[in-house]
């Protein structure tokens, strides 16, 4: 199981499917990731209900758009490759975008507004448009390697 070579899943992925060993590691590390982040939004208020309703629309459209870069219904092995290199990307996508960003976005906002403890506006529109950008670079590689089988 990979955590950050995206490199050599790409690989492995364009020479073969995964077992359904492997794609099932993947499927449970990906369901402990997403029920993690839920757990995070039990003292919520209407901003938080409606980021999760628009993160639910945003993962309903980037999945369907990561279908479309896997060539849709011609593509193979799109639960694969969407779980597999999902996770991956996540984990990058982390590190490298969210943490990073997160820590601009606090500090500005800090010097400008001061740091509020409860979910506003301009979190909605911070956290979700990096959410999108996850959808980007997962389909980024998804398109690297479909049609290629």
């Given at each position: 199981?990979?955590?950050?070579?995206?490199?050599?899943?790409?690989?492995?992925?364009?020479?073969?499917?995964?077992?359904?060993?492997?794609?099932?590691?993947?499927?449970?590390?990906?369901?402990?990731?997403?029920?993690?982040?839920?757990?995070?939004?039990?003292?919520?208020?209407?901003?938080?209900?409606?980021?999760?309703?628009?993160?639910?629309?945003?993962?309903?459209?980037?999945?369907?758009?990561?279908?479309?870069?896997?060539?849709?219904e011609?593509?193979?092995?799109?639960?694969q490759?969407?779980?597999?290199?999902?996770?991956?990307?996540?984990?990058?996508?982390?590190?490298?975008?969210?943490?990073?960003?997160t820590?601009?976005?606090?500090?500005?906002?800090?010097?400008?507004?001061?740091?509020?403890?409860?979910?506003?506006?301009?979190d909605?529109?911070?956290?979700?448009?990096?959410?999108?950008?996850?959808?980007?670079?997962?389909?980024?590689?998804?398109?690297?390697?479909?049609?290629?089988?």
């Open positions: 199981m990979y955590f950050w070579n995206i490199k050599e899943l790409k690989k492995e992925l364009k020479k073969r499917s995964l077992s359904e060993r492997e794609s099932f590691k993947y499927l449970i590390a990906s369901m402990l990731f997403y029920a993690f982040d839920a757990f995070l939004i039990l003292d919520s208020n209407i901003w938080d209900v409606i980021s999760a309703l628009i993160a639910t629309v945003i993962l309903i459209c980037g999945t369907y758009y990561v279908y479309k870069c896997n060539d849709g011609e593509g193979s092995n799109f639960l490759r969407y779980v597999a290199l999902g996770w991956v990307v996540a984990i990058r996508w982390l590190v490298m975008i969210v943490l990073p960003a820590i601009v976005y606090f500090i500005i906002l800090e010097i400008f507004t001061g740091i509020t403890y409860s979910t506003t506006l301009s909605v529109i911070f956290y979700n448009i990096l959410f999108i950008v996850y959808f980007f670079i997962l389909c980024r590689h998804i398109t690297d390697i479909a049609g290629k089988d």
